[in-house]
């Protein structure tokens, strides 16, 4: 989620087109990550006609969202970028035998539907998705759902505390960079910049490993992530 | 009841695993239909109950076999073994970690029970089993401190001590035995040589407390030091009496420790020790007399004593 997604309210957003250029701005990365994947190939702004079409999408999705509907704001983008990037596709196979007024209304028509179409089935889709990517990254670091269950800390203080420990060893790239290398938790730095016992982390090593692969591929995990986010309580503390 | 969303990772017949919007990873029993990517609401008190994982049935395949096990075994072993194996009291030791002991009348551990999170951690890979109580209670400690479970300024170290079987009579081993106050002198000994300040709050409690407590869910310790702070008027529940933060703020209320001194008579011992400040002042005393005689003054400074007290045992 963009910071600024989450410091401005989505009125203004909606309404102020100031707030909605730097929200765009702020989240081009994502919307270079999901046209690359929908397209399969990387891409680079100015260069692939793919990333206006994603930006665009990206714009309308904007003017669809309804915060009341509950639904991740990027996890709804992601949908209508991939659609908008499937009919983009379309037009340009058919582009010789049609006008531009035929493209425009096969076009308007498809994403309306993809836009009421974003039914709880529909975000059921998405979710095993996300989850079977998830599963394969974890396989990767011989992990299953399983061991998670087994390994899961049940006291709220050090799932807190391991929690923290996984978002910052995903936000550093450095440390993350030696996890994708090695295929394996650089205990001593995460130690030092968490300020953790290494013993607390290596009992949380597994743990530690699958929220940080969450958060680390948060463009992929927009759902999943939703989980591993500490929700402020009433009290303004972490739960 | 509690109800958490969670989304659905993975299912094998009424087994699913699941990500609960907390963080936590679980696998519970579901009997509605599920798929995977599903956002459900399970009532998180009970999903990871062993209660749910088996049927009735299994159930009773486990008792009747935990039954047939237990007649085999009595049979077999006899009353030399029963000796050995009968426990004869329970002792608890609360820092951070909650951990129970159940010793035999020889004064060695026949079990240790895990009472929360961080005695898993403390437990993890060690047995205590067969060592005497002594030995468990100085590991106990050791590994508190490498844990960096004595991490507040003043530590409360709550020790519960109950006689299971007040007809056995007394230890046999006269050097293992063991009541409520030898169980705090010990404590403190390995305190004051880790140098840490506490307050070393023991309780020695009846059959019916003991049954009380484990019907409370709560160690010995916990469930005596919750009877004095509530005679005390403190108003603490049985959940936060479990949370060593909180024991921590109700052990400096005035009232609660003007009630321990009201019940030293009925089995309280309570003893605060000031180990880091003792060090200073050793030190102090040290260096002000060098001089004079290094070797006579190394007699009387607190570490010396320490280790002396250690080696008496």
């Given at each position: 989620m963009s910071e600024l997604e989450n410091r401005l309210p989505w009125k203004t957003i909606k309404s102020e087109s100031r707030a909605r250029e730097d929200f765009i701005r702020e989240s081009q990365p994502f919307i270079r990550h999901v046209a690359a994947q929908a397209v399969q190939h990387s891409l680079e702004w100015g260069r692939d006609e793919e990333l206006s079409e994603a930006l665009l999408a990206f714009n309308e999705a904007i003017d669809y969202y309804d915060e009341e509907r509950k639904i991740p704001f990027l996890a709804y983008a992601r949908v209508i970028i991939k659609r908008r990037l499937i009919d983009y596709y379309r037009r340009e196979k058919n582009h010789r035998n049609r006008s531009i007024d035929e493209e425009d209304r096969v076009h308007g028509a498809e994403t309306l539907v993809s836009l009421n179409e974003f039914s709880e089935q529909e975000q059921n889709k998405e979710r095993a998705l996300e989850i079977g990517e998830y599963s394969a990254k974890l396989a990767e670091y011989q992990l299953s759902f399983n061991d998670l269950a087994e390994i899961s800390p049940k006291h709220k203080d050090s799932r807190i505390t391991l929690l923290r420990a996984g978002r910052i060893l995903a936000q550093d790239q450095e440390m993350w960079q030696q996890v994708l290398e090695k295929k394996k938790l650089p205990m001593q730095a995460l130690s030092m910049k968490t300020q953790i016992h290494p013993k607390v982390l290596e009992r949380g090593r597994k743990y530690i490993l699958a929220v940080a692969l969450i958060i680390a591929n948060e463009h992929d995990f927009i759902y999943l992530r939703e989980y591993v986010i500490p929700k402020k309580g009433k009290d303004g503390n972490e739960s | 009841m509690s109800h958490k969303k969670a989304v659905v990772l993975n299912k094998e017949g009424n087994m699913i695993t699941v990500l609960l919007d907390d963080g936590s990873f679980e696998r519970i029993s579901f009997q509605q239909p599920v798929e995977i990517g599903m956002e459900i609401n399970i009532d998180t008190s009970v999903s990871s109950s062993l209660v749910q994982k088996f049927s009735q049935s299994a159930w009773k395949r486990v008792v009747s076999i935990a039954a047939i096990f237990l007649l085999v075994f009595m049979g077999m072993t006899g009353w030399n073994m029963y000796q050995v194996s009968a426990a004869q009291a329970m002792i608890s030791i609360d820092a951070k970690a909650s951990i129970q002991l159940v010793i035999n009348r020889q004064g060695k551990v026949l079990s240790t029970q895990s009472l929360n999170d961080e005695a898993d951690s403390l437990l993890e890979g060690v047995s205590f089993k067969g060592l005497t109580w002594q030995e468990a209670?100085?590991?106990?400690?050791?590994?508190?401190?490498?844990?960096?479970?004595?991490?507040?300024?003043?530590?409360?170290?709550?020790?519960?001590?109950?006689?299971?079987?007040?007809?056995?009579?007394?230890s046999e081993n006269k050097e293992n035995a063991i009541n409520h106050e030898v169980l705090a002198r010990e404590v403190t000994d390995n305190v004051v040589i880790h140098g840490i300040n506490a307050h070393v709050l023991a309780y020695d409690l009846s059959d019916d407390d003991q049954a009380k407590a484990k019907k409370e869910g709560l160690s010995l310790g916990e469930y005596a030091f919750l009877n004095t702070a509530n005679k005390a008027g403190i108003e603490i529940n049985s959940n936060d009496i479990k949370e060593s933060a909180s024991r921590s703020k109700v052990i400096k209320e005035r009232v609660v420790r003007e009630q321990i001194n009201k019940d030293k008579e009925l089995g309280v011992y309570s003893s605060e020790i000031k180990a880091s400040k003792e060090r200073e002042q050793g030190k102090e005393q040290l260096d002000n007399q060098s001089t004079e005689n290094k070797n006579d003054l190394r007699g009387n400074t607190p570490p010396q004593n320490r280790s002396g007290l250690r080696n008496n045992r």
């Open positions: - | 209670v100085s590991r106990i400690l050791d590994r508190s401190i490498d844990y960096q479970y004595f991490k507040e300024e003043d530590s409360l170290v709550l020790l519960g001590y109950s006689q299971l079987q007040a007809k056995n009579g007394q």
